[in-house]
């Protein structure tokens, strides 16, 4: 089954514990992407991927960090964790530009 | 960078009644606009999406138009069903590119009642 695995789904943590949320997408696609929701603000864009050893940032990257080593699997990496970084965040890979993103089932995140 | 704005942030119908949910893009060189649909816990999906050579696109119930002049995009949902009740955001993108960068809207709470 096509899909964008990430893990883990709910997470609590406490601030300035280095965590780590994996992503891993079966489709064999070339962009990558990490959006957080909060409510009122939609889904804001944290970092992108087009390719392997290529990653941008997005709209709120700060105190976020990604990385690109193999296609499939784009984690999220979070060094020092702040309780404003709590939030749910999504995955989401495209094949190619002209299709929207497949999410994943997204990571509940909450930093004390 | 692009800026995405949706309205209603919150739309009750009644089951069988037409929603129409509006919104706006600033970027003019933006060229492809998809809508998703959230359900309450779920992760966002791909409900239907239109280019900005396409001026209107239908999938069933749902319909999607485009005013690039205006720089605005609709979602229209005829014959309201309770399970269409979800959250709904737009988006925008410029294809041409080289980045994948999405731009979503605030999202839009549809509840239909029986």
Redesign the interface.
């Known amino acids: 089954e096509a899909q964008v695995t990430q893990n883990p789904r709910y997470l609590i943590t406490v601030t300035g514990k280095k965590l780590t949320v994996t992503c891993s997408q079966n489709m064999n696609h070339e962009y990558m992407s990490w959006y957080r929701q909060d409510p009122g603000l939609g889904l804001r864009q944290i970092y992108y991927s087009m390719n392997v050893e290529v990653t941008d940032k997005g709209d709120v990257p700060e105190g976020y960090k990604v990385s690109r080593k193999e296609k499939r699997n784009f984690p999220l990496i979070l060094e020092s964790p702040s309780p404003n970084q709590t939030s749910l965040y999504f995955c989401a890979s495209s094949s190619t530009r002209g299709h929207g993103y497949t999410f994943g089932s997204g990571t509940r995140l909450t930093v004390v | 960078?692009e800026n995405v704005e949706?309205h209603p942030?919150t739309l009750s119908v009644q089951e069988g009644d037409s929603a129409v949910i509006k919104c706006t893009y600033s970027d003019s060189a933006s060229n492809?606009f998809?809508w998703?649909k959230q359900e309450l816990g779920?992760?966002?999906?791909?409900i239907i999406?239109i280019?900005s050579n396409v001026g209107e696109k239908k999938d069933q119930r749902i319909a999607v138009t485009l005013n690039k002049t205006a720089k605005h995009f609709s979602l229209h949902i005829t014959e309201t069903q309770p399970e269409d009740s979800a959250v709904y955001?737009c988006?925008a993108?410029d294809?041409n590119t080289?980045?994948?960068?999405?731009?979503?809207?605030?999202?839009t709470r549809l509840l239909v009642s029986p």
């Open positions: 960078g949706q942030s492809y998809p998703y779920k992760r966002p999906q791909l999406d280019r955001f988006a993108r294809l080289g980045f994948q960068k999405l731009v979503f809207g605030t999202g």
